[in-house]
């Protein structure tokens, strides 16, 4: 079992930055893929960013492509997603994920946080 907590989220203009955390508790976390998802209102949740349980490999989607990056500590069983130049279409409730997959499908995805709220302001 892992448990994942978000934080922060906020309320930023557009063309600013957030750093996301994600904590996971337990001693397994460098067995697990991690990735972060977001849903804006209105809109199924789509895939943002993906990482290796080494960190080695990334995935992002192509709308975040050289604006966010996804990093992890093992040491201290979080992952981040650094997002730069935000544009008020990234305005979503963001979620961490852990997979024994390092894949997009949110299906494939076991255990998920409670959620960040990302609002961009134009």
């Known amino acids: 079992q892992v448990q994942l907590v978000e934080s922060g989220g906020g309320l930023v203009q557009a063309g600013g930055s957030l750093r996301l955390s994600c904590a996971a508790s337990g001693r397994t976390f460098n067995t697990y893929a991690m990735a972060w998802f977001r849903q804006a209102p209105g809109k199924e949740r789509e895939f943002v960013a993906a990482i290796s349980r080494s960190g080695d490999i990334t995935y992002y989607a192509d709308s975040v492509k050289g604006r966010f990056t996804i990093s992890r500590d093992n040491a201290k069983n979080t992952v981040y997603l650094q997002m730069n130049s935000l544009k008020p279409e990234d305005t979503a409730v963001y979620y961490c994920?852990?997979?024994?997959?390092?894949?997009?499908?949110?299906?494939?995805?076991?255990?998920w946080g409670q959620g960040t709220q990302v609002t961009v302001s134009s």
């Open positions: 994920a852990a997979s024994k997959f390092l894949v997009r499908v949110a299906t494939m995805y076991n255990y």
